[in-house]
C-alpha cells in the first residue's frame, strides 16, 4: 500500500451505466474514438463504479488527453481541465476481482491509521500491461480532519 495521489491534465470525462457487466467494451470504444479523432492519451485511463439501480453500475471514466477538447452533449462527453484526487493511498493488481479485497485493505489501514475516506468512490487506473492490464486502485483521504 502508497500514499499517492491522481493528478491529470486535459480530462475527457464520460459517464455511462452498465447493467450487463461490459464496461470495459464501453472503455475500449471511447479510447477508439479519440484515436480516430487525432487525439491521443497521455496517461492512464481512470475511472469510478458507483452502484446505480438494481444490478447496474455507474461508470465514470476520466480520459488524460494530449489537448484540450470540446465537450461533447451528444455524446455526454466532458472536459476536465486539470482533474486530481489527492491525497489517496493506493494498491495495484491485475484482475478486476481483486477490486473488493484492495477496498477492503484500504479501509483497513485508514481505521488503523485514524484516518478517513472522503465519500467519493474509489478511484482505478488502468494501464495496458504485457498484453493485459495493470490496475491502480486508490482511496481518497479525507483531509478535512487533520
Known amino acids: ?6 493528478i491529470q491534465p486535459n480530462c475527457a470525462v464520460y459517464e455511462f451505466i452498465d447493467s ?10 471511447v479510447y477508439h474514438y479519440f484515436i480516430l479523432e ?15 439501480g438494481i444490478g447496474e453500475e455507474k461508470i465514470t471514466v476520466y480520459l488524460p488527453l494530449n ?3 470540446e465537450p461533447i452533449e451528444s455524446l455526454n462527453l466532458k472536459f476536465e481541465p486539470l482533474f486530481t484526487v489527492i491525497p489517496t493511498l493506493s494498491e495495484k493488481c491485475f484482475e478486476e476481482e481483486e477490486f473488493e479485497i484492495i477496498y477492503e485493505a484500504i479501509r483497513l ?6 484516518l478517513k475516506l472522503t465519500d467519493q468512490p474509489f478511484y482505478h487506473t488502468m494501464a ?3 498484453g493485459g492490464y495493470v490496475f491502480e486502485v486508490h482511496g481518497q483521504i479525507d483531509v478535512s480532519e487533520l
Open 1 to 6: 500500500m502508497e500514499k499517492s495521489a491522481i
Open 38 to 52: 487525432d487525439a491521443f492519451l497521455i496517461g492512464p485511463i481512470i475511472f469510478t463504479k458507483e452502484p446505480y
Open 128 to 130: 495496458d500491461y504485457m
Open 109 to 114: 489501514v485508514c481505521k488503523e491509521n485514524n
Open 20 to 29: 450487463n457487466q461490459s464496461w470495459m467494451e464501453e472503455l475500449k470504444d
Open 67 to 69: 489537448d484540450e477538447i
